[in-house]
T-cell receptor, first 114, second 114 residues
Framework: GAGVSQTPSNKVTEKGKYVELRCDPI?????LYWYRQSLGQGPEFLIY????????DSGLPNDRFFAVRPEGSVSTLKIQRTERGDSAVYLC????????????FGNGTRLTVT | DAKTTQPPSMDCAEGRAANLPCNHS???????VYWYRQIHSQGPQYIIH???NNETNEMASLIITEDRKSSTLILPHATLRDTAVYYC???????????????FGKGTKLSVKP
């Protein structure tokens, strides 16, 4: 079946601009996660949704980062006033939401801030 | 911080078994051991997880020591396509909030050579 889909696959933007990154989870998955991965590092947790609400946003680095999931399916990660340090691969994952269920990852959006 | 320790890199000959070690000496009774791998330019891929018993699936086997302080992921017949970064992660059983997250370290870069 279809996996986690992330769009766009690549995004280049100028410093100071606003960007939105989209995640389409696996159908029926109630839990959705956003991670960020810098070169040579493992993925770093940003935020987790259970249904429509953000159950844990402790990984968001600052208030320029925000994510929504208004209908409990598709999610959008929003970054305001982008900085060059925001350049990374942004990964989305979903899971059925039951205890111990594995996370299934998309292939990410590579964001480059020039 | 990640709760696991893995060697930064390993080599394996094609067709031989790849044995990837992981130390998780501070693991608690309510934590599973999960393994993921990440092939270049792709998102992390779930491999296997276990609590205290050894586990096997179509991809790999997971051997957990009796004291649960370490584990080994075994790829029985490594192929060139198994070249990837392998992440060992401990994850709390209790589901809710950040306890459902995966905290990634830097993993082991496995290179399968012809």
């Amino acid at each position: 079946g279809a996996g986690v889909s992330q769009t766009p696959s690549n995004k280049v933007t100028e410093k100071g601009k606003y960007v939105e990154l989209r995640c389409d989870p696996i159908s029926g998955h109630t839990a959705l996660y956003w991670y960020r991965q810098s070169l040579g590092q493992g993925p770093e947790f940003l935020i987790y949704f259970q249904g429509t609400g953000a159950a844990d946003d402790s990984g968001l680095p600052n208030d320029r980062f925000f994510a929504v999931r208004p209908e409990g399916s598709v999610s959008t990660l929003k970054i305001q006033r982008t900085e060059r340090g925001d350049s990374a691969v942004y990964l989305c994952a979903s899971s059925p939401g039951t205890a111990n269920s594995p996370l299934h990852f998309g292939n990410g959006t590579r964001l480059t801030v020039t | 911080d990640a709760k696991t320790t893995q060697p930064p890199s390993m080599d394996c000959a094609e067709g031989r078994a790849a044995n990837l070690p992981c130390n998780h000496s501070t693991i608690s009774g309510n934590e599973y051991v999960y393994w993921y791998r990440q092939i270049h330019s792709q998102g992390p891929q779930y491999i296997i997880h276990g609590l205290k018993n050894n586990e096997t699936n179509e991809m790999a086997s997971l051997i957990i020591t009796e004291d649960r302080k370490s584990s080994t992921l075994i790829l029985p017949h490594a192929t060139l396509r198994d070249t990837a970064v392998y992440y060992c992660i401990v994850r709390a059983i209790h589901y809710g909030g950040s306890q459902g997250n995966l905290i990634f370290g830097k993993g082991t870069k496995l290179s399968v050579k012809p």
